[in-house]
């Protein structure tokens, strides 16, 4: 079964650090691209970070950049997110999904196709 | 950065009922353009991609259309599990971005 489980999340206070971590299972995964997307109470979904199938390119959302970091252990099928200088707003359900590339009338199109369950981080005093 | 805007934000149909879903971005993005299905408590669902290609297994009553700046998504006959809250994502251009939602709930 094709599988994506998330771990790491948990109850922080501001300013700190927290690493998540995304287990993969089911399918080749050095080579897929590899996203972060989290969601806030309540609220809509937001992508966070992507690294591709050898970690050559990496992006990182500009409420993000400067204080997490994306990386991935092929041999391990893992990718992770290492959080730094933690804030409130930071609080949300973290999600790991798949990139893929499909045929489709443009050519070739990208989409987010499995998800894990999603970890929820909580940053508070 | 692309902003996508979806309308409406709210939407209120029956079992039964045709629902369309816009979603309209900030510029063009040709067809790099997907839908998501959420439901409380659970991991988006891909439906759609490239704007207009129906994911594998999903059922035939959903369906994409659109290029550039405007996309549509519609249900053609409302099912009980399709009320949930339904998101674009445009994958054309770094950072890529989400539309707000539409939640689609019983009227």
């Known amino acids: 079964e094709v599988q994506l489980v998330e771990s790491g999340g948990g109850l922080v206070k501001p300013g700190g650090s927290l690493r998540l971590s995304c287990a993969a299972s089911?399918?080749?995964?050095?080579?897929?691209?590899m996203n972060w997307v989290r969601q806030a109470p309540g609220k809509g979904l937001e992508w966070v970070s992507s690294?591709?199938?050898?970690?050559?390119?990496?992006y990182y959302a500009d409420s993000v950049k400067g204080r997490v970091i994306i990386s991935r252990d092929n041999a391990k099928n893992s990718v992770s997110l290492q959080m730094n200088s933690l804030r409130a707003d930071d609080t949300a359900v973290y999600f790991c999904a798949r990139k893929v590339a499909k045929l489709c009338v443009a050519g070739s199109c990208d989409a987010f196709d499995i998800w894990g369950q999603g970890t929820m981080v909580t940053v508070s005093s | 950065d692309i902003q996508l805007t979806q309308s409406p934000s709210f939407l209120s149909a029956s079992v039964g009922d045709r629902v369309s879903f816009t979603c309209r971005a900030s510029q063009g993005i040709s067809s790099y353009l997907a839908w998501y299905q959420q439901k409380p408590g659970k991991a988006p669902k891909l439906l759609i991609y490239?704007?207009?290609t129906l994911q594998s297994g999903v059922p035939s009553r959903f369906s994409g259309s659109g290029s550039g700046t405007q996309f549509t998504l519609t249900i053609s006959s409302l099912q009980p599990e399709d009320f949930a809250t339904y998101y674009c994502?445009?994958?054309?251009?770094?950072?890529?971005?989400f539309g707000q939602g539409t939640k689609l709930d019983i009227k």
């Open positions: 089911g399918f080749t995964f050095s080579d897929y691209s």
């Open positions: 490239g704007a207009s």
């Open positions: 690294i591709s199938s050898s970690s050559d390119y990496i």
């Open positions: 994502q445009q994958l054309n251009f770094y950072p890529y971005t």
